[in-house]
Protein backbone atom coordinates (compact mmCIF):
# COMPACT_ATOMS: atom_id res chain seq x y z
CA UNK A 1 0.00 0.00 0.00
CA UNK A 2 1.27 3.24 -0.75
CA UNK A 3 2.25 6.38 1.20
CA UNK A 4 -1.09 8.16 -0.80
CA UNK A 5 -3.65 5.06 -0.44
CA UNK A 6 -2.42 4.94 3.24
CA UNK A 7 -3.64 8.50 3.67
CA UNK A 8 -6.84 8.14 1.99
CA UNK A 9 -7.85 5.31 3.84
CA UNK A 10 -6.96 7.23 7.17
CA UNK A 11 -9.10 10.32 5.83
CA UNK A 12 -12.02 8.49 5.04
CA UNK A 13 -11.94 6.32 8.19
CA UNK A 14 -11.91 9.69 10.25
CA UNK A 15 -15.10 10.65 8.51
CA UNK A 16 -16.84 7.57 8.93
CA UNK A 17 -18.13 8.64 12.83
CA UNK A 18 -19.90 11.78 11.14
CA UNK A 19 -21.12 9.44 8.86
CA UNK A 20 -23.30 7.78 11.47
CA UNK A 21 -24.42 10.93 13.37
CA UNK A 22 -26.00 11.62 9.99
CA UNK A 23 -28.66 9.80 10.06
CA UNK A 24 -30.73 8.03 7.65
CA UNK A 25 -31.86 10.41 4.59
CA UNK A 26 -35.46 11.54 4.50
CA UNK A 27 -38.05 10.83 1.80
CA UNK A 28 -36.90 12.73 -1.85
CA UNK A 29 -37.81 15.98 -1.83
CA UNK A 30 -39.20 16.93 -5.51
CA UNK A 31 -40.98 20.07 -6.82
CA UNK A 32 -44.56 20.08 -6.41
CA UNK A 33 -45.70 23.60 -7.71
CA UNK A 34 -44.51 27.08 -7.74
CA UNK A 35 -46.22 30.50 -7.80
CA UNK A 36 -45.69 34.43 -8.51
CA UNK A 37 -47.53 37.12 -6.65
CA UNK A 38 -47.48 40.66 -7.31
CA UNK A 39 -49.76 43.56 -4.83
CA UNK A 40 -49.46 46.70 -6.67
CA UNK A 41 -51.47 48.51 -3.99
CA UNK A 42 -48.73 47.31 -1.10
CA UNK A 43 -45.40 47.43 -3.85
CA UNK A 44 -45.42 43.57 -3.11
CA UNK A 45 -43.61 41.16 -5.61
CA UNK A 46 -42.42 37.63 -5.34
CA UNK A 47 -42.86 34.39 -5.46
CA UNK A 48 -41.49 30.62 -4.46
CA UNK A 49 -41.08 26.94 -5.35
CA UNK A 50 -43.11 24.08 -3.46
CA UNK A 51 -41.46 20.95 -2.17
CA UNK A 52 -43.21 17.82 -1.75
CA UNK A 53 -42.33 17.99 2.52
CA UNK A 54 -44.41 21.22 2.66
CA UNK A 55 -42.00 23.59 3.11
CA UNK A 56 -41.34 26.45 0.00
CA UNK A 57 -38.08 28.12 -0.98
CA UNK A 58 -38.35 31.84 -2.15
CA UNK A 59 -39.07 35.58 -0.80
CA UNK A 60 -41.75 38.29 -1.31
CA UNK A 61 -40.71 41.77 -0.74
CA UNK A 62 -43.25 44.33 -0.28
CA UNK A 63 -42.11 48.31 0.02
CA UNK A 64 -45.60 49.56 1.65
CA UNK A 65 -46.57 47.30 4.39
CA UNK A 66 -49.51 49.22 6.67
CA UNK A 67 -46.98 50.01 10.00
CA UNK A 68 -49.95 52.12 11.77
CA UNK A 69 -52.08 55.19 10.73
CA UNK A 70 -51.51 55.73 7.31
CA UNK A 71 -48.92 56.98 5.31
CA UNK A 72 -47.17 54.40 8.39
CA UNK A 73 -45.35 51.85 5.95
CA UNK A 74 -42.61 49.70 6.40
CA UNK A 75 -40.19 47.64 3.60
CA UNK A 76 -40.08 44.02 4.46
CA UNK A 77 -38.74 40.84 3.11
CA UNK A 78 -41.41 37.86 3.84
CA UNK A 79 -39.48 34.47 3.71
CA UNK A 80 -41.25 31.37 2.07
CA UNK A 81 -41.51 28.73 5.11
CA UNK A 82 -43.96 26.16 4.63
CA UNK A 83 -47.52 25.75 3.23
CA UNK A 84 -50.67 23.56 3.88
CA UNK A 85 -52.88 21.91 0.76
CA UNK A 86 -56.48 23.38 1.19
CA UNK A 87 -57.22 23.26 5.05
CA UNK A 88 -60.67 23.97 6.24
CA UNK A 89 -60.56 27.67 6.91
CA UNK A 90 -62.43 27.31 9.90
CA UNK A 91 -60.43 25.62 11.99
CA UNK A 92 -57.27 26.89 13.84
CA UNK A 93 -54.76 28.25 12.85
CA UNK A 94 -56.01 28.48 9.44
CA UNK A 95 -59.11 30.56 10.71
CA UNK A 96 -56.48 33.28 11.71
CA UNK A 97 -56.58 34.53 8.36
CA UNK A 98 -59.61 35.33 6.49
CA UNK A 99 -60.10 33.61 2.37
CA UNK A 100 -60.32 36.34 0.51
CA UNK A 101 -63.99 36.93 -1.47
CA UNK A 102 -61.94 35.88 -4.77
CA UNK A 103 -60.80 32.75 -3.51
CA UNK A 104 -64.14 31.66 -1.78
CA UNK A 105 -65.27 28.04 -3.43
CA UNK A 106 -62.33 27.21 -5.13
CA UNK A 107 -59.34 24.65 -3.42
CA UNK A 108 -56.53 26.74 -2.31
CA UNK A 109 -52.84 26.72 -0.69
CA UNK A 110 -52.34 28.31 2.25
CA UNK A 111 -48.46 29.88 2.53
CA UNK A 112 -46.65 30.82 5.19
CA UNK A 113 -43.52 33.31 5.86
CA UNK A 114 -40.99 34.61 8.13
CA UNK A 115 -41.20 38.11 8.48
CA UNK A 116 -37.89 40.59 8.40
CA UNK A 117 -38.29 44.13 9.02
CA UNK A 118 -35.73 45.90 6.44
CA UNK A 119 -36.71 49.37 6.97
CA UNK A 120 -39.04 51.56 9.25
CA UNK A 121 -41.20 54.62 8.61
CA UNK A 122 -39.03 58.03 9.23
CA UNK A 123 -40.33 59.66 12.38
CA UNK A 124 -39.83 58.63 16.27
CA UNK A 125 -40.12 54.79 16.44
CA UNK A 126 -43.27 53.26 16.49
CA UNK A 127 -44.30 50.03 17.79
CA UNK A 128 -42.18 46.79 17.01
CA UNK A 129 -43.20 44.93 14.14
CA UNK A 130 -45.93 42.73 15.78
CA UNK A 131 -45.94 39.70 13.52
CA UNK A 132 -43.18 37.73 12.99
CA UNK A 133 -44.72 35.13 10.66
CA UNK A 134 -46.77 35.69 7.89
CA UNK A 135 -49.73 33.76 6.53
CA UNK A 136 -52.27 34.37 3.51
CA UNK A 137 -54.20 32.17 0.94
CA UNK A 138 -53.34 31.50 -2.61
CA UNK A 139 -55.53 29.78 -5.72
CA UNK A 140 -54.47 26.24 -6.02
CA UNK A 141 -55.62 24.78 -9.56
CA UNK A 142 -56.44 27.68 -11.94
CA UNK A 143 -54.99 27.47 -15.55
CA UNK A 144 -54.57 31.43 -15.66
CA UNK A 145 -53.31 33.85 -13.44
CA UNK A 146 -56.12 35.05 -11.24
CA UNK A 147 -56.12 39.11 -11.25
CA UNK A 148 -58.21 40.59 -8.34
CA UNK A 149 -59.25 44.65 -8.64
CA UNK A 150 -59.77 45.28 -4.74
CA UNK A 151 -61.18 49.25 -5.02
CA UNK A 152 -63.23 48.38 -8.00
CA UNK A 153 -61.03 51.03 -10.24
CA UNK A 154 -61.04 48.21 -12.99
CA UNK A 155 -57.30 48.57 -12.06
CA UNK A 156 -55.60 44.98 -11.01
CA UNK A 157 -54.62 45.33 -7.55
CA UNK A 158 -53.28 41.93 -7.35
CA UNK A 159 -51.94 39.18 -9.78
CA UNK A 160 -51.21 35.48 -8.47
CA UNK A 161 -49.34 32.70 -10.87
CA UNK A 162 -49.60 29.31 -9.76
CA UNK A 163 -48.53 26.16 -11.10
CA UNK A 164 -49.76 23.05 -8.92
CA UNK A 165 -48.67 19.57 -9.60
CA UNK A 166 -50.22 17.90 -7.38
CA UNK A 167 -49.05 17.29 -3.42
CA UNK A 168 -49.33 15.87 -0.44
CA UNK A 169 -53.18 15.63 0.16
CA UNK A 170 -52.50 18.05 3.42
CA UNK A 171 -49.19 18.89 5.06
CA UNK A 172 -49.33 18.84 8.74
CA UNK A 173 -48.49 21.90 10.85
CA UNK A 174 -44.77 22.21 10.99
Known amino acids: MSIRQLSVLIFALALLPF ?3 AGPPGPPTRIVGQYFLSDDDLDLAGGAVLYSDCTQDGSVI ?3 IPAGPPPATLVGKLTATYWVNDPDP ?3 P ?3 WEVPDAL ?4 RLFLCYDVEVLSTPPGPPGPSMPVFEFCDWAPRDLREPLAVDFNGDEIRDLLISVIYRGGPPLCANP
Open 19 to 21: AAM
Open 62 to 64: GAA
Open 90 to 92: NVP
Open 94 to 96: YND
Open 104 to 107: QNMP
